[in-house]
Every structure is written in structure tokens, then in C-alpha cells.
């Protein structure tokens, strides 16, 4: 979602704060602009659109200054236009970025027009620009306009903030939206994500909830949200910015979906032996709290949700442990019960989910006995705010449909269940089973890749649909849901999951020759149930494509295609059949024209409601 880059220099920074947004444009977004101060005014340049738009104005209209901030925008407040795009100012003095929503914008614009402040744009996010200015009618700095500001603001905020008549310095101020600070040379620098800032420093200050922050060339001062001066730790980054180059791939999502035989594997290194997953994989401490763990509860968003859910299966069946699975939204919303002796485990790409991070936050006040988060991104919130941590090492993931992320994400989630299984039951030859499973995965991946140029050609039959059906049983229902999402996200075909055994009970009155019908086949204990339900679509008209496999005996004729899948062990199935739904998806878009990558309406993290 929304991106963010400052930066306080010596130096000209307009180029530093453009190629920061660049490195963001994976998140999502509808619109670009840059703020620079410089001989006591504030230059300002905003574009709808992509940053190309933006870094082309900046080649016709070149601003300079060593002060500076930048946003792209996913709209939330107001429709993508130049005059909602950020920054925003107030009175020509003030000039404001803002990721997040601020939830009572409409009172505090009420109050602030009747205090004589014009309004330009429809957004949230100026009501803060206007409030910081009023503020410093009646205090002497900056700092202390914000630090009365921010309590008046109810809702989700990262948010920084610039005067013109103090280009020394700018102040950010952060709750419920991730900040952080990079620490350089005589220059310092603020960003949403880390990867904005790795061109220019390793050195990072992540903001914790509450904090205000004043940020000048050589100075970092932070006041926590009990108005105290801390310290916050300096954390060395050893991450990649992997993204820059598609290599021989056409769209970044290509790219992933062939990365992920690398990405199990480096998922999997080091935390495997021979016999079983080990403890330490998950964090210090490990070890004592599976052992009293009786009940799970899994909170996810999306695509994380789905990983969430195949989970469940493996859970439940493997490790004799039950487990619920909610989607955040929802969890954070209602009144839950806890099971007792229950471990909450969170999943996200970003680790920046606003809706599992609440959900995070409320369940400490539960009576959980502990929290795992399974995530892409170190140093993350949730990753820090959790007692235990699984990090996927995906890499960065660019595509705003998440591929590497999700299988990895089931690699972690397939060693928790040797790991809380060991010490319910699971035995030891199921173990060294499933570790070898496990180790076999990345070449079996490689395997199912092979498979790209047949699913390519039989995306050509969806050029002209706009619906489809995924089915699936068991532990594959949750994978067919993967499936529709993805197809409905980058091609924008409608598209639904059903546990194929739910047929009869309604999705039957759609089946014609009109709607594909995806279906996802291991040979597991289901295949003969599954068969009888592709029998019921085939008897009604339906068009199949059946990943199946390859012992599964499905033949292909005019009303069925099948592409045969190689044989993998059952439990680890799930991983598998992702991969052709991935490419499915991918060249059926193709065929449709959309943005791959960046599809409409959508961010790549999600940090508002």
C-alpha cells in the first residue's frame, strides 16, 4: 500500500526520494509526488499515475533542496487524481505525507474550516497538515506541533512532516502504519519499508507503536507514546533488493513462480534434520511452549488465510492438535473464546497486515499462551511484537499476487506440524516421512515447472471467459480457493472455489459450457470421491481442466484436459498443485492484457482496514 521517503541531507535529494519510490512501487498505488524545501519555500510536484510520470515532470521541472519528502498513493480518501495525491500542504508552510486513515478526518475538517482553513484536496490525510499548522501558532517548534497534533487523530497513521521555515529537520510520527529511520553519514532518512532506503544506508531504526520522531543530518531523537525520550535499537540490514531485474522474464510474477524451487529450498535450510524439524527454527523457546500446546488458532489475511487453512488439515490429521482458522477482519471484530493452552499464529507476507497485527495485539490480551508469526520480512512489526518467528526467506516479493510467499509460507507451516506434532503423538517414522517429503519438495517444484509451456497454450481457451469454477477436497479445497483468487486478481475474471463435494448443493446451477470448470486431483485417499463430482460436472455440460496425477488415471477427451502433475507425496500435495494454478492464472491474464504485476485496485501490502 501507500509508500513513503524522506530524507534530511546535505546533498540535493529529489533523485534519492525518486529512486526510494521506485523500490516501492511494488506495494501498490495510483498516484506519485515529491516535496523538497529549499530558500524557504516548498517545492512541490505531484503526478497521477506512475513514478515514470512523476521522474519525467522532475526532468522538465527540476526541484532541488536537501530536505524532502515523497509518497505514491493507493487511494482511500477521494478519487486517484494530482489534487488528492501527496504530499499536501497547508498554507504553503507545511507539507505532509500520510500512510494509514484517520478515522475522525471528518470532524477535525469540520472544526479546522471553521478556524478558516481552505481545503484543496478530498483526502484524510490534509486534515493533518492543516491541524500541524494551527498547532504551531501556540507552540515554538515543530516537534511540539506534532506531539499535540497526534493526539487528536484517531485511526491509523505513519505519518512525516516538514516546515519551510525549518528545513533543519522533519518529524514522523507513527501508530498502527509501519516507519522506519535510516541512519547515514551527516544525513538520515525515513521510509516505509527498508528496501526504499538500501541504495543509501544498512542502518535502521524501526519506530514502534506510538512513537514521534525528529529527524535532522545528524541527529534521531524519539519520544515513545508515553511522552519519555528512548532509545530505539540499531539494526544492521543484510537483506537483498532482488527486484531490479526481470532476467529473461516478462512480469516479476513470472519470475517468482520460478523462483520458488530456490525459495523452499532456503526455506528449508538448516532446520531439518534427518528425524525431525528442529526447535530452534521458530525462536528461542520453542521447544517449552509446543510442549504445552493443545489448540491452535490461526489469523491471516487473503492468501495468507488460504496458507492458514491448509494448515488446518495438517494439524489436525498429523499432529492431533485441533486448530481454527479466521481471517483477521473478522477476529479482531468479534467477541472469541480462547481454547485453553492455545498458541496464536499469524501469517503475512509483510509483516505490516493491519488487520492481523490488531489481531496480534488483542489476543495478548486474551490469556494466549504465546504467539508465532510466520512472515517474509525481518524486522517487521509483527515479527517483533510476536514471541516466536518463522521467516519464509522468499526474498522480496515484487508481484502484487503473492506466489513464492504462499509456498513458502506452507513449507513453514508443514515444519510447525512436525514440530508441535512431536509432542502430541506424531511418530518418529512419520517424522523421518515427512522430512524426507520435505527435502524432495524443491526438485519435485522444478518438476512441476516443466509443465509451463502446456498450461500456456491451454490458457488460450480462457481468452473469451469470464467466469470459473476451482474445486477441491480436503486439504486441496483451500488451494482451489488460492486458485480462484488468483485468477479473479491479475486476469480479472470471476472466479469461485468450492469443496467439490458442495456440487449438488448449489454451484451445480452454474455448470454450462460457458464456465470452465479448474479442478486440482492428487492421488490421495479423496481421488475416488472426487471422481464422482467430476463425473456430476461432466454430466451436465461442464468443461474441465483437471491437474491431476500422473497415477490418478484421468484421460483426457472433448468435454476434459488434463494435465498430468508429478506424483509427490500426499501430505505435501498442497505445494505442489499451487504451481500450475500460479501459471494458469499468469497467462490467462496474459491473454487478457492486464497489469500482471500491479493489478488494478490492489497493494502488495496491506496497512490500512
Not at 8 to 27: C, H, K, N, T, W
Not at 253 to 262: A, G, T
Not at 371 to 386: D, K, P, Q
Request: proline share 3%; net charge negative; glycine share 8%.
Amino acid at each position: 500500500m501507500c509508500g513513503i521517503v524522506g530524507a534530511v541531507a546535505q546533498r540535493d535529494v529529489a533523485d534519492i526520494l525518486i529512486e526510494g519510490l521506485r523500490r516501492l512501487e511494488y506495494r501498490g498505488y495510483d498516484s506519485a509526488g515529491i516535496a523538497v524545501t529549499n530558500e524557504g519555500a516548498i517545492h512541490r510536484l505531484r503526478r497521477l499515475g506512475k513514478v515514470k510520470e512523476l521522474a519525467d515532470a522532475l526532468e522538465l521541472e527540476p526541484i532541488s533542496g536537501g530536505t524532502g519528502i515523497a509518497h505514491t498513493r493507493w487511494a482511500t480518501h477521494g478519487e486517484p487524481s494530482e489534487r488528492n495525491a501527496h504530499p499536501h500542504v497547508s498554507n504553503e508552510r507545511i507539507a505532509v505525507v500520510h500512510n494509514g486513515i484517520i478515522e475522525n478526518h471528518s470532524v477535525l475538517r469540520e472544526q479546522l474550516k471553521q478556524s478558516g482553513y481552505h481545503f484543496e484536496s478530498e483526502t484524510d490525510t490534509e486534515v493533518i497538515a492543516h491541524l500541524v499548522e494551527k498547532e504551531l501558532n501556540s507552540h515554538n517548534s515543530l516537534l511540539q506541533a506534532v506531539t499535540h497534533s497526534v493526539p487528536q487523530l484517531d485511526g491509523a497513521y505513519g505519518t512525516v512532516i516538514m516546515d519551510k521555515n525549518d528545513p533543519s529537520r522533519v518529524v514522523v510520527a507513527r501508530s498502527g502504519s509501519p516507519l522506519v529511520i535510516g541512519l547515514g553519514i551527516g544525513e538520515n532518512f525515513i521510509a516505509s519499508d527498508q528496501l526504499a532506503l538500501l541504495p543509501v544506508t544498512r542502518r535502521f531504526i524501526f519506530l514502534e507503536e506510538g512513537d514521534v520522531a525528529e529527524i535532522t543530518r545528524k541527529t534521531v531523537s524519539i519520544i515513545d507514546k508515553d511522552g519519555n525520550t528512548v532509545e530505539r535499537e540499531v539494526h544492521e540490514s543484510n537483506i537483498s533488493y532482488d527486484a531490479g531485474d526481470k532476467g529473461q522474464y516478462r512480469h516479476y510474477m513470472l519470475k517468482e513462480i520460478f523462483e520458488q524451487p530456490r525459495c523452499v529450498s532456503d526455506a528449508l535450510e538448516g532446520r531439518l534434520n534427518d528425524n525431525t524439524v528442529l526447535d530452534e527454527t521458530f525462536g528461542n523457546g520453542a521447544a517449552e511452549l509446543f510442549q504445552k500446546v493443545k489448540h491452535i488458532q490461526i489469523v491471516a489475511c487473503g492468501t495468507s488465510y488460504h496458507s492458514g487453512m491448509v494448515a488446518r488439515y495438517w494439524l489436525e490429521q498429523l499432529a492431533g492438535v485441533s486448530c481454527n482458522v479466521e481471517i483477521a477482519s473478522e477476529f479482531r471484530y468479534r467477541k472469541s473464546f480462547v481454547q485453553p493452552n492455545s498458541l496464536l499464529i499469524t501469517i503475512s507476507q509483510s509483516g505490516e497486515t493491519a488487520d492481523t497485527l490488531a489481531a496480534l495485539r488483542l489476543a495478548k490480551e486474551l490469556g494466549y499462551l504465546g504467539s508465532l508469526t510466520i512472515c517474509n520480512v525481518a524486522g517487521s512489526s509483527l515479527v517483533r511484537e510476536s514471541d516466536l518467528a518463522f521467516m519464509t526467506r522468499a526474498g522480496t516479493e515484487i508481484g502484487v499476487a503473492s506466489t513464492k510467499a504462499f509456498t513458502t509460507q506452507l513449507v513453514g507451516l508443514a515444519m510447525l506440524v512436525m514440530a508441535v506434532g512431536k509432542y502430541n503423538g506424531l511418530s518418529q517414522e512419520n517424522q523421518r516421512e515427512f522430512c524426507a517429503a520435505m527435502n524432495s519438495l524443491p526438485a519435485k517444484l522444478e518438476e512441476a515447472l516443466v509443465l509451463n509451456e502446456k498450461i500456456e497454450a491451454l490458457a488460450e481457451e480462457f481468452a473469451d471467459k469470464q467466469h470459473a469454477l476451482f474445486l477441491g477436497r480436503g486439504e486441496q479445497y483451500p488451494i482451489a480457493m488460492e486458485g480462484a483468487l488468483k485468477l479473479k486478481e491479475i486476469s480479472y475474471i470471476h472466479a469461485e472455489a468450492y469443496a467439490a463435494g458442495e456440487l449438488k448443493h448449489g454451484p451445480l446451477a452454474l455448470i454450462d459450457a460457458e464456465m470452465p470448470i479448474i479442478v486440482v486431483a492428487p492421488n490421495n485417499q479423496l481421488l475416488e470421491k472426487l471422481k464422482s463430482n467430476v463425473e456430476e460436472v461432466r454430466a451436465r455440460g461442464g468443461i474441465l481442466y483437471v491437474f491431476a496425477d500422473v497415477n490418478a488415471h484421468f484421460e483426457s477427451d472433448d468435454t476434459m484436459r488434463v494435465i498430468n502433475v508429478p506424483h509427490i507425496h500426499p501430505w505435501l500435495a498442497p505445494v505442489l498443485y499451487s504451481i500450475p494454478l500460479q501459471l494458469l492464472s499468469y497467462y490467462v491474464a496474459i491473454i487478457k492484457g492486464t497489469d500482471v504485476d500491479q493489478p488494478r485496485n490492489l497493494a502488495k501490502s496491506v496497512t490500512v482496514e
